[in-house]
């Protein structure tokens, strides 16, 4: 499940590809955002993070996810916006991470998680799931997800969600980027998404392809969408 779709673009290496760039000059300005339907098509998991206590740079998007999430966010220009690179890494998950992760969840209940689903989170967290993954930016979890197995040659993609604080900054297409890359390495023909009616578009971006809906799988008011992302072999 998940939040509304938005633009999560990466960001260009601005001190390699600035020349080929139609952008690079207005961030070098701190003004504006990366969009890549604007851009050389060149990206990295460099992406322009805000300042912290810069007034009028971003505004809080939304993400949820108890299998999928997408974001809620806008372009913004501001005259004294101020950038930094932001280190994103990624790390098997740990029971130092545990608060971190259900600071995320509450952030996104309920208007992207159902409250009744904190419990089932918790239980998922105590039992130290396999290849479930933390994304840290700049030293602080800003994000998780877990692939896990289904088949030979299948996975699911479970309990997916980003820290509102770092929507809009491409971290949720690095997100995806992970993803694929790892179920490219495993060989795998395709992954299940469990997403919700307000999540579903963002995954669509990326080529997953919806197989049902459950009105009110996770909750009142808060539809279930099964979908696919098929991986091509170059994912791996």
């Known amino acids: 499940m998940s939040g509304p779709a938005g633009r999560m673009a990466w960001a260009c290496d601005l001190s390699i590809h600035s020349s080929r760039c139609r952008v690079a000059a207005r961030l070098a300005a701190g003004i ?3 969009d890549e339907r ?13 300042s912290p206590g810069v007034p009028g740079t971003s505004r809080p998007g939304r993400l949820r996810s108890a299998a999928g999430f997408g974001a809620g ?3 913004t220009r501001h005259p004294s916006r101020r950038h930094m690179t932001a280190d994103v890494t990624f790390r098997p998950y740990s029971r130092s991470g545990r608060a971190a992760c259900l600071g995320i969840f ?7 998680f159902a409250p009744n689903e904190r419990d089932d989170y918790a ?8 290849g479930y993954e933390l994304c840290i930016v700049n030293g602080q979890v800003a994000g998780a997800f877990g692939l896990g197995g289904t088949g030979t040659r299948r996975a699911g993609l479970s309990w997916i969600m980003l820290d509102p604080r770092f929507q809009g900054l491409g971290i949720g297409s690095a997100v995806m980027a992970r993803v694929r890359a790892l179920a490219g390495a495993a060989g795998l023909d395709v992954v299940d998404i469990a997403a919700s009616h307000k999540s579903a578009p963002f995954f669509a971006r990326f080529g997953a392809i919806t197989t049902g809906t459950i009105r009110d799988g996770w ?7 099964d979908m696919v992302l098929p991986i091509r072999k170059s994912d791996d």
């Open 38 to 50: 604007q851009c050389c098509g060149t990206f990295t998991f460099a992406v322009p993070l805000a």
């Open 32 to 34: 504006g955002r990366h």
């Open 73 to 75: 966010t806008a372009l």
């Open 219 to 225: 909750g009142p008011g808060m539809h279930r969408v």
């Open 106 to 112: 509450d952030a996104n209940c309920s208007e992207f």
């Open 123 to 130: 239980a998922f967290l105590d039992k130290d799931p396999a």
